[in-house]
C-alpha cells in the first residue's frame, strides 16, 4: 500500500479518507477488533494503523507503511533505540530460578508475556508480575504484545500455585495482573479476591498489589478485589483522553476513571494507582489533562514510561520521549499532589513497585508522627 504516511496523533482525530490511501475503490471505516494479517504473530494480529481497515479484497496484500518518530521518517520497525532504552540481556541464577519455578508451577508472568524491557532487573532481583486468567485477552489492544483470542476455562487452582511460588521466592511484595476477560460474568474478580487471601495465609508479611482490567465498569467486581483488602489497586489508564480510542478501542476513559474512583471509595486504607504510556502523540497539554482527571479520581500512585512497539503489526511510535523529560512530569505530578510518581523510560506499571510501598509507608507513618 503506498500514500499517507500516518502518525498515531493523527489517527486519533479522524478516519484517513479513502484518496489518501492512493487506490480507488477504498472504504476506510472504524474498526475496533483487529486486520486479519497473512502470515501474522497469530490469526487476529493487531493491524499497526489501529482501528481502520478497508473492504477491498486488497486488504489481503497490506505492507508496513513508514511511520513517523520525532518528526523525522524512519522504518516501520526502527532498529535503533535511543541509548537510555538499553538494557542488559537477562540472566543470572535469581532469574534462572524464578523463571524454572514459574515454568514448573505453569505460572504465566507479564513480564514474559509483554516483553517487560524490565525483566532481567526485576526478575534477578527475585520479583515478578503474575499474570493470572490465562495468557490470551479477550480484547485486542493495538499497543499490547499479549495475544488476542478465546480464552481457556479459568484454571481454579491458579491461586493456590502463584501463592505457592510466592512463599517459596520469599517475596516480600507481589504484583497480580490478569487479562481480560470479558467472557465472564465479573470480569474475574473473584479469582483476584481469592488469589489475594490464599497469598494473605501462605506468605502474610507480603504486601500484594493487584492490576486489574476494567470489569466493564462493574462495581460489584471491584467491590470483591477491594473487600480482599490488596494494599495497592491498581487500574492503567494506558493512555490520554485523546488517544484513548485508538490505544484502547475496548475501553472507555470514563469508565477507567470510574473504576478507579470506586476503588478509591470503597476503602480509602487501599492505595489507588493508575499509570500511561508516553510516546503514542500525546501533548503536554494532554498529559496535564490527566493528570488532573487521575487525582480527581483519588489517584495516589502514578507511573509513565516509554511506549515500545512490540512488532510492526502494533501501534507506531511518534517520538522516544527523553529521561529528562521524564523527570519533569515526575515533579509536575508530585508537585500537583500525587503521593508517589514513577517516570522515566524504562518504567512499566510494576517497577520498583515494593519500593513505592515501603517509601508511602514511611511517609504515612511521618505524617501520624509529626
Not at 87 to 107: F, H, I, S, T
Not at 216 to 229: C, F, K, L, M
Not at 346 to 369: D, T
Given at each position: 500500500?503506498?500514500?499517507?504516511?500516518?502518525?498515531?496523533?493523527?489517527?486519533?482525530?479522524?478516519?484517513?479518507?479513502?484518496?489518501?490511501?492512493?487506490?480507488?475503490?477504498?472504504?476506510?471505516?472504524?474498526?475496533?477488533?483487529?486486520?486479519?494479517?497473512?502470515?501474522?504473530?497469530?490469526?487476529?494480529?493487531?493491524a499497526?494503523?489501529?482501528?481502520?481497515?478497508?473492504?477491498?479484497?486488497?486488504?489481503?496484500?497490506?505492507?508496513?507503511?513508514?511511520?513517523?518518530?520525532?518528526?523525522?521518517?524512519?522504518?516501520?520497525?526502527?532498529?535503533?533505540?535511543?541509548?537510555?532504552?538499553?538494557?542488559r540481556?537477562?540472566?543470572?541464577?535469581?532469574?534462572?530460578?524464578?523463571?524454572?519455578?514459574?515454568?514448573?508451577l505453569?505460572?504465566?508472568?507479564?513480564?514474559?508475556?509483554?516483553?517487560c524491557?524490565?525483566?532481567?532487573?526485576?526478575?534477578?532481583?527475585?520479583?515478578?508480575?503474575?499474570?493470572?486468567?490465562?495468557?490470551?485477552?479477550?480484547?485486542?489492544?493495538?499497543?499490547?504484545?499479549?495475544a488476542?483470542?478465546?480464552?481457556?476455562?479459568l484454571?481454579?487452582?491458579?491461586?493456590?500455585?502463584?501463592?505457592?511460588a510466592?512463599?517459596?521466592?520469599?517475596?516480600?511484595?507481589?504484583?497480580?495482573?490478569?487479562v481480560?476477560?470479558?467472557?465472564?460474568?465479573?470480569?474475574?474478580?473473584?479469582?483476584?479476591?481469592?488469589?489475594?487471601?490464599?497469598?494473605?495465609?501462605?506468605?502474610?508479611?507480603?504486601?500484594?498489589?493487584v492490576?486489574?482490567?476494567?470489569?466493564?465498569?462493574?462495581?460489584?467486581?471491584?467491590?470483591?478485589v477491594?473487600?480482599?483488602?490488596?494494599?495497592?489497586f491498581?487500574?492503567?489508564?494506558?493512555?490520554?483522553?485523546?488517544?484513548?480510542?485508538?490505544?484502547?478501542?475496548?475501553?472507555?476513559?470514563e469508565?477507567?476513571?470510574?473504576?478507579?474512583?470506586?476503588?478509591?471509595?470503597?476503602?480509602?486504607?487501599?492505595?489507588?494507582?493508575?499509570?500511561?504510556?508516553?510516546?503514542?502523540?500525546?501533548?503536554?497539554?494532554?498529559?496535564?489533562?490527566?493528570?488532573?482527571?487521575?487525582?480527581?479520581?483519588?489517584?495516589?500512585?502514578?507511573?509513565?514510561?516509554?511506549?515500545?512497539?512490540?512488532?510492526?503489526?502494533?501501534?507506531?511510535?511518534?517520538?522516544?520521549?527523553?529521561?529528562?523529560?521524564?523527570?519533569?512530569?515526575?515533579?509536575?505530578?508530585?508537585?500537583?499532589?500525587?503521593?508517589?510518581?514513577e517516570?522515566?523510560?524504562?518504567?512499566?506499571?510494576s517497577?520498583?513497585a515494593?519500593?513505592?510501598?515501603?517509601?508511602?509507608?514511611?511517609r504515612?507513618?511521618?505524617?501520624a508522627?509529626?
Amino acid at each position: 500500500m503506498r500514500g499517507k504516511i500516518p502518525e498515531a496523533r493523527g489517527l486519533s482525530n479522524s478516519a484517513i479518507p479513502p484518496s489518501g490511501w492512493g487506490a480507488s475503490g477504498w472504504s476506510v471505516v472504524r474498526q475496533p477488533v483487529s486486520w486479519r494479517v497473512p502470515g501474522g504473530r497469530h490469526a487476529d494480529a493487531s493491524a499497526w494503523c489501529a482501528g481502520y481497515r478497508s473492504h477491498s479484497e486488497k486488504a489481503a496484500a497490506l505492507k508496513p507503511l513508514e511511520v513517523i518518530q520525532g518528526g523525522s521518517t524512519a522504518d516501520a520497525w526502527p532498529s535503533r533505540k535511543p541509548r537510555w532504552l538499553k538494557v542488559r540481556a537477562p540472566g543470572g541464577p535469581n532469574y534462572q530460578r524464578l523463571k524454572e519455578l514459574m515454568r514448573g508451577l505453569e505460572l504465566s508472568s507479564v513480564c514474559e508475556e509483554a516483553q517487560c524491557p524490565n525483566i532481567g532487573e526485576c526478575w534477578e532481583a527475585g520479583t515478578a508480575t503474575f499474570l493470572i486468567m490465562g495468557d490470551v485477552c479477550t480484547r485486542n489492544c493495538p499497543y499490547c504484545a499479549i495475544a488476542h483470542g478465546r480464552p481457556e476455562e479459568l484454571d481454579e487452582d491458579e491461586p493456590r500455585r502463584v501463592a505457592e511460588a510466592i512463599e517459596r521466592l520469599q517475596l516480600n511484595h507481589c504484583v497480580i495482573t490478569s487479562v481480560d476477560r470479558d467472557d465472564l460474568p465479573d470480569g474475574g474478580a473473584w479469582i483476584f479476591a481469592e488469589m489475594i487471601r490464599e497469598i494473605r495465609l501462605r506468605r502474610p508479611e507480603c504486601s500484594i498489589e493487584v492490576l486489574t482490567p476494567d470489569f466493564q465498569g462493574n462495581p460489584e467486581a471491584i467491590r470483591t478485589v477491594i473487600d480482599a483488602r490488596p494494599e495497592i489497586f491498581n487500574h492503567n489508564m494506558e493512555t490520554v483522553r485523546r488517544l484513548h480510542r485508538v490505544a484502547r478501542p475496548g475501553g472507555r476513559y470514563e469508565r477507567s476513571l470510574d473504576v478507579l474512583n470506586t476503588g478509591r471509595q470503597l476503602d480509602d486504607q487501599v492505595l489507588v494507582k493508575t499509570g500511561i504510556m508516553l510516546g503514542l502523540g500525546e501533548t503536554p497539554a494532554d498529559i496535564d489533562e490527566f493528570m488532573g482527571d487521575a487525582l480527581e479520581a483519588g489517584v495516589q500512585i502514578l507511573t509513565l514510561g516509554q511506549y515500545l512497539r512490540p512488532s510492526p503489526d502494533h501501534l507506531p511510535i511518534d517520538r522516544y520521549v527523553s529521561p529528562e523529560e521524564f523527570m519533569h512530569w515526575k515533579e509536575i505530578g508530585e508537585s500537583r499532589g500525587f503521593l508517589h510518581v514513577e517516570s522515566g523510560p524504562l518504567v512499566r506499571s510494576s517497577y520498583h513497585a515494593r519500593e513505592q510501598v515501603v517509601e508511602l509507608r514511611r511517609r504515612v507513618a511521618a505524617l501520624a508522627a509529626g
